[in-house]
């Protein structure tokens, strides 16, 4: 089963679409397009680019496909199962938390982000976890972070950072948590191919501390030298 992105550009006939009842008697009635590496019983999510850039939606392939035009291959109609979301998913908001670039057609999601991203788009979020694949070079040419072993370490932090010991849960009502990042006492940067992160080599720091780690570019301050500066 592969996962993939039912595209449209149009924002507007995508609107119409729906205000009409989603009416797919005919190839031009539907605005979404597949991949033509479709395939029967595959899963695909529904995503309006333009104005939108949002997940909107989510499906499955009922039927077997043929080398076409839109998402007609070869049958008078498509099989499909669709669904619909409350309310849009953001796709910056699947991209920050899977490293899978915002879709700008129709397109099959690599195998190494098709489970994260379907779990991002539909709502589920991350499965927390304490070691995973990270490094793989994204099409942003940026080094995906598991979000599984990302939320591993948050939780396991409890809203404090490891370095000047602050608990950020308790500052602003909870709003202080969204100083804390997750740090990579190992960079990823330093290897040129994807390794697996354990979550006991990552540490959460809060931003300041994490702009001291790395104020020398060329070499990152560990923990324990931060935190004897800090006096901790």
């Not at 008697?25 to 395939?39: H, K, L, S, Y």
């Not at 920050?96 to 690599?110: H, I, K």
């Not at 720091?205 to 570019?217: G, L, Q």
């Amino acid at each position: 089963m592969q996962t993939l992105i039912s595209y449209t550009s149009d924002s507007d006939a995508y609107l119409d679409w729906i205000s009409l009842g989603r009416p797919n008697q005919r190839p031009r009635d539907v605005p979404f397009c597949m991949p033509n590496e479709t395939r029967k019983g595959d899963r695909y999510l529904l995503f309006v680019g333009g104005v939108d850039n949002a997940f909107v939606g989510w499906g499955k392939v009922w039927s077997d496909w043929k080398p076409g035009r839109g998402q007609w291959r070869g049958h008078d109609r498509v099989e499909c199962e669709d669904h619909f979301f409350r309310e849009p998913r953001p796709g910056s908001d699947v991209e920050a938390l899977t490293g899978f670039r915002v879709p700008r057609r129709d397109v099959v999601v690599p195998d190494e982000f098709a489970a994260e991203v379907w779990r991002a788009a539909t709502g589920k979020g991350p499965k927390p976890t304490d070691r995973a694949v990270e490094g793989i070079l994204a099409e942003s040419r940026s080094r995906n972070r598991h979000p599984g072993l990302r939320l591993a370490a948050l939780q396991r932090a409890k809203g404090r950072c490891e370095c000047c010991g602050i608990n950020y849960q308790r500052r602003a009502d909870g709003l202080g948590l969204k100083c804390l990042v997750v740090h990579h006492k190992k960079q990823l940067k330093d290897t040129d191919q994807p390794r697996e992160t354990r979550l006991s080599e990552l540490a959460v720091v809060c931003a300041n501390c994490h702009m001291m780690i790395h104020a020398n570019s060329a070499k990152a301050l560990s923990i324990s030298q931060l935190r004897a500066r800090l006096g901790k």
